[in-house]
Every structure is written in C-alpha cells, then in structure tokens.
C-alpha cells in the first residue's frame, strides 16, 4: 500500500528523484541527442520488447528505424543520471522490429510505475508543445522561453505556459455506507467517485458542492481535503475529498452518468484501480 498519495503514479514526486527536471535543475540541453526515448505514438509509449515483460525505454540515439520519424524532440531532463528525451511518433508510422506499444492510458496500462509516470510526463510534453506553437492571442508563431516550460509570442509579447486543469474528486460517507457513481463506458460492474472539474471564481469546497449536487443531487457536509493526483488525459490535477452525507434523495444526472447508488462499506463492487487517486481515497477513507 502507497504511503501517501505523492507516490501514486503521474505524480512526479513518485519517482523519488530518479527523474530531475531539465528546467529544475539548471542543465543545459545536450548538444547530442542520446540518453533514455520516451517515444510517445498515440496515448501509448514505443518499448523495446521485454517478452512477458512491460519493455523498458530505448536507450541510445533515437532508434535507427525510426530516424526522421520523431518530431517534437523535447529534453525532459535525467532519468537514473542520464538524459531524457520525448518525442512523437506519428499514428501511421509502423511499430519497429523489437519493439512494442503499450497504453498509456491507466485501465488499460501494462507498465510499471516508473514508466507509467514517465510515459504521463511524456504525453503532457508532447500536448504542450503541439498547443503551443502558435500565439493564442495574435496567432504569431511562438518560441521557447529559456530554462522555462514556457512559449513567448515574438510579436505580442504575450507569454503562456502549460494549462493544468483543477478538478474534484469525492467520497461521499454516511455511516457504514457511501455514494459511488458510475460511468456508461467504465468496465461492467466498476464505481467509483463524484468527480468533476472546478469552474470559474469557485473555491475547490464549492465546488465540490456543485459537483455533487448536479450529479446525485445530495447535500454534504464537513469536506475535507485528502490527497492530489495529477492526471495527464490531458492535463488535470486531481484534488480529493471526502465529505459527510447532510440528506436528500438519490438523483443520477443521466447526462453523466449511468448510475449512482449507495454501497455498504462491507460490500463494495468493484472499485477503480490501485494507481488512481479514487482507490486511494477509497481503501483509506471508506470506513468509518
């Protein structure tokens, strides 16, 4: 069982000082492109093929069959005191010899932690920059701001950096029982939590409030904060409650969701899975 939760995976602080930032750091970026390639194609990373295993990150040059193929090149930082490098690959171009894709996406995911969180870095990198190649404002082209994650707008001035997305995430207790929700397009059987994200001029309390007032129509009391998460399908950061049924009925806003319902905390269904900040609420939080 994790610690805490700034060891889930996609936190950054779960890799436990293994990756160092470029921009933390202070490191120039390598005049030759070699190290460890997190080689993002679609949601998923390319491997070399480990067999039965996960696959483990190219190491080198950017591997040969794919020379000319990767855009995007971005140095991330170290990884184990070497250079990382992220970089895209184009849906069509065919997975090389030797290696293998694997989901990034978290329910259908193979990797381990490290990857994992390496592979959710990857994928914000490569979001990033293809939103951000041009002025939001004046549509100028844009160029990189020095030691920062950041673009300026030559023409404008106007600078931006990667958007992150706050949303809420709850468990809703009365008693020995709690509210979970579910999706139409989760695995059969699976609840998880209320969750949605934080809309403008609104505290994080309120909206947990709405959130759950629009989804199962229930009043709740006594909110308390638990954990983060960032998320990065695209770009959210997770921010977990749990709060205290304060009454009303069950109302499902079928717009969201497919269903709702209270749970004994003795028998509940299946639950989302262990690296996602829900489960993490849940195995700490469910009983009273």
Not at 143 to 160: D, L, M, S, T, V
Not at 219 to 230: L, M, P, T
Request: with cysteine.
């Amino acid at each position: 069982m994790l610690a805490d939760a700034t060891h889930l995976p996609f936190n950054r602080e779960s890799l436990e000082g293994r990756f160092v930032p470029a921009h933390h750091d202070g490191a120039e970026v390598p005049a030759e492109q070699c190290g460890y390639w997190l080689l993002v194609q679609d949601q998923a990373l390319l491997l070399c093929d480990g067999g039965e295993a996960p696959g483990r990150l190219p190491y080198g040059p950017v591997p040969a069959e794919l020379e000319g193929r990767a855009s995007d090149v971005i140095f991330l930082g170290t990884y184990l005191g070497e250079p990382i490098w992220a970089a895209t690959v184009a849906p069509e171009v065919a997975v090389p010899p030797g290696m293998r894709s694997e989901s990034v996406i978290p329910q259908r995911t193979h990797l381990t932690a490290d990857l994992l969180s390496l592979g959710g870095l990857a994928l914000q990198a490569m979001g990033w920059e293809a939103a951000s190649r041009h002025c939001p404002r004046c549509g100028e082209q844009t160029a990189a701001i020095a030691g920062e994650r950041g673009k300026r707008c030559p023409r404008c001035g106007y600078e931006h950096y990667p958007h992150l997305h706050p949303a809420v995430i709850v468990l809703i207790r009365d008693g020995e029982r709690v509210l979970l929700t579910r999706k139409s397009f989760w695995v059969k059987g699976r609840y998880g939590l209320v969750a949605g994200f934080v809309d403008l001029g609104e505290s994080l309390e309120a909206a947990v409030r709405r959130e759950i007032q629009e989804e199962v129509g229930v009043g709740v009391r006594d909110i308390r904060y638990v954990a983060s998460q960032y998320w990065p399908f695209p770009s959210q950061l997770m921010i977990g409650f749990t709060a205290a049924y304060a009454g009303g009925e069950v109302r499902v806003d079928t717009t969201e969701l497919e269903d709702a319902r209270w749970f004994s905390v003795h028998a509940l269904p299946d639950l989302p899975p262990k690296y996602s900040i829900a489960r993490f609420i849940l195995d700490r939080h469910a009983r009273p």
